[in-house]
């Protein structure tokens, strides 16, 4: 198990700081789950509906005292879920495991 990396879970639709201490997780319409980390997460879907046919949702976001935190939550969640990767930072996996799985850790 991972260390507790602290952080707070916030609205998912929370107006984000410039600071740039988010952990999004993000659903494609169709089920691919991402995980990364963004000063402002709306903004960063938004980027990525352009190239993308199918809606984008930011479905939990959580905040971080500092960015290494949120890093190492992300680096950490990578590795859990691993064998679910379908490239990047995308992964094939329930959205429900892996938040509970983010939950656990902070």
């Known amino acids: ?41 709306q903004y960063r879907r938004r980027t990525l509906q352009g190239g993308n046919p199918r809606r984008l949702m ?17 680096r950490a969640v990578h590795l859990q879920y691993a064998d679910d990767r379908i490239g990047g930072e995308w992964f094939r996996t329930s959205a429900d495991e892996m938040i509970t799985f983010i939950e656990a850790v902070t």
């Open 1 to 41: 198990m991972t260390n507790r990396i602290p952080g707070k879970r916030v609205p998912a639709n929370q107006k984000d700081s410039c600071r740039g201490k988010f952990l999004y997780v993000m659903r494609e319409e169709g089920g691919s789950i991402k995980v990364g980390v963004a000063n402002n997460a």
């Open 58 to 74: 930011v479905i939990a976001l959580w905040e971080f005292e500092r960015r290494a935190q949120a890093y190492s939550l992300e």
